[in-house]
């Protein structure tokens, strides 16, 4: 049962920046597509980066590219997504989620994902 903890939300101020970490354990699997989420209030649950866990190209939503970057550690089996150039429009609960197999076009959709985190709030103000 693979289990996934987010940490790393708070306040910034726009223009700023943020790292989000995602702790990854009981992942047993050949490969896992990793991937950040965001909802913010009143909107659906949208998907922000995705990565497979064997180290395919990462892959944005273009309301990010550029500014997101999403990596992992392997090592510390630690899914990360750091932010840069933050606006107002990033302010959302932020969730990691994993599903197994390798990222493919799906895996945009929340659908796809069968583990997910608790979801932590990043602030970005004016």
């Known amino acids: 049962q693979v289990q996934l903890v987010e940490s790393g939300g708070g306040s910034v101020q726009a223009g700023g920046s943020r790292r989000l970490s995602c702790a990854v354990s009981g992942h047993s699997y050949i490969d896992y597509c990793l991937g950040w989420f965001r909802q913010a209030p009143g909107k659906e649950r949208e998907g922000v980066a995705i990565?497979?866990?064997?180290?395919?190209?990462?892959d944005y939503a273009d309301s990010v590219k550029g500014r997101f970057t999403i990596s992992q550690d392997s090592a510390e089996n630690t899914l990360y997504l750091q932010m840069n150039s933050l606006k107002s429009e990033d302010t959302a609960i932020y969730y990691c989620a994993a599903h197994e197999w390798a990222c493919y076009s799906g895996s945009w959709s929340r659908n796809a994902y069968k583990y997910w985190g608790r979801g932590t709030q990043v602030t970005v103000s004016p």
């Open positions: 990565l497979s866990e064997s180290g395919s190209t990462p």
